[in-house]
């Protein structure tokens, strides 16, 4: 593996960036399939996927990084669950597709599962010894729930608490449940960059007057600040006289400041962008060490609110980072680049980012 290790100074004012390496090295991106994502929380999906009982959905958690086949179910006591989605008889994909189920049936040999997981019955196995155990169980999958978004994670390295507690008791009194999910609106992204690159730049609004001509005319980039917390960022950005922002209640912490957006990182790949008219979620895939998915999955709650401020030409701006994102991979591929020096002002989430990086890949 070579010289993997690193350090990221805790005083940002005396740290260096991550390694060049660190996104472009293909042995560094299989190492943090196992110590980074298996042991971190990511976006599922929302809570109208498995609405009433029986309902079942299946996907993938982070394709191309964990490849790893899921369910979502709401069992019969309107109970959710995220149980793996592969037969513990031989590893065939017991569910295909979304759908409405009393039981889970394996199509291959015909092996039934409740919707929680527990196997049910199996043919043809009357001989077999100490049948069934636990272990003909389907696993289940750690699975948190904030507001209508479920987030999962295979070996959580921290408790779900840990990482949504902060979003939770700054942004619970928004109207979460008046959102409306848009499948119209969301798209994909396909970046030629590292993940981690992308991250980089979502964390800091250093760039915004120098990538972002139209979003830097509805911020204050003065006033634009960043919070830190043990496993998440928020920026909060500020509205410039005239345009849209919340309206806050007097018991809001930011009662009397004119936001007009909460983006929340969530280490390591999720973030919720809170605008006046709902919730834009950007879900991160790795899909190989200098290739990324980003998917923009608008919710929302008033419509009229859309077209403007810090929450509209979202497609523009994210073109505009995509662009960026894309010379640095260029970039931090040179001989002559090793490592950069952080602005204490501007780049506190990216120094936060990288110490938690350089944690998870030592441990």
């Known amino acids: 593996m070579g010289d993997l290790f690193f350090d990221i100074d805790p005083d940002i004012r005396v740290a260096r960036t991550l390694p060049a390496r660190i996104y472009s090295d293909p042995e560094i991106f299989q190492l943090q399939r196992d110590r980074v994502f298996a042991r971190t929380w990511h976006y599922a999906g929302h809570d109208d996927l498995v609405k009433v009982a029986g309902q079942v959905y299946p996907f993938t958690l982070l394709p191309g990084a964990l490849d790893e086949p899921l369910l979502l179910t709401r069992d019969q006591k309107d109970q959710v669950h995220c149980i793996s989605n592969v037969c513990t008889h031989r590893g065939t994909v017991v569910v295909d597709g979304p759908g409405h189920e009393q039981q889970l049936r394996c199509r291959y040999h015909g092996r039934?599962?409740?919707?929680?997981?527990?196997?049910?019955?199996?043919?043809?196995?009357?001989?077999?010894?100490?049948?069934?155990?636990?272990?003909?169980d389907l696993p289940s999958v750690s699975l948190g729930t904030w507001t209508r978004f479920l987030m999962v994670s295979l070996a959580p390295a921290m408790r779900f608490e840990e990482i949504a507690g902060p979003m939770r008791s700054r942004l619970d009194a928004l109207p979460f449940r008046e959102l409306a999910f848009d499948p119209a609106g969301a798209r994909d992204y396909l970046v030629n960059a590292n993940w981690a690159l992308y991250l980089d730049n979502y964390l800091e609004g250093f760039h915004i007057p120098y990538v972002h001509s139209s979003l830097a005319t509805t911020l204050d980039y003065g006033e634009y600040t960043v919070e830190l917390?043990?496993?998440?960022?928020?920026?909060?950005?500020?509205?410039?006289?005239?345009?849209?922002?919340?309206?806050?209640?007097?018991?809001?912490?930011?009662?009397?400041?004119?936001?007009?957006?909460?983006?929340?990182?969530?280490?390591?790949?999720?973030?919720?962008?809170?605008?006046?008219?709902?919730?834009?979620?950007?879900?991160?895939?790795?899909?190989?060490?200098d290739r990324t998915r980003v998917?923009?999955?608008?919710?929302?709650?008033?419509?009229?609110?859309?077209?403007?401020?810090?929450?509209?030409?979202?497609?523009?701006?994210?073109?505009?980072?995509?662009?960026?994102?894309?010379?640095?991979?260029?970039?931090?591929?040179?001989?002559l680049y090793d490592r950069g020096r952080y602005s204490p002002a501007r780049e506190g989430g990216v120094h936060h980012f990288h110490r938690l990086l350089a944690e998870f890949l030592a441990s």
């Open 229 to 289: 917390d043990r496993f998440s960022v928020l920026q909060v950005g500020v509205a410039k006289p005239g345009e849209p922002a919340f309206a806050l209640p007097r018991t809001h912490p930011d009662h009397g400041r004119a936001i007009a957006a909460y983006y929340y990182w969530l280490f390591p790949t999720t973030m919720f962008n809170v605008y006046p008219w709902g919730v834009s979620v950007n879900v991160v895939a790795p899909l190989a060490v």
């Open 112 to 136: 039934r599962f409740a919707l929680d997981g527990r196997f049910h019955s199996m043919p043809e196995f009357e001989g077999t010894a100490n049948f069934p155990s636990q272990s003909d």
């Open 295 to 335: 998917s923009f999955l608008p919710f929302v709650w008033d419509a009229s609110k859309r077209d403007a401020g810090a929450g509209a030409g979202l497609d523009r701006v994210e073109r505009e980072d995509e662009a960026v994102v894309e010379s640095v991979q260029r970039g931090v591929r040179s001989r």
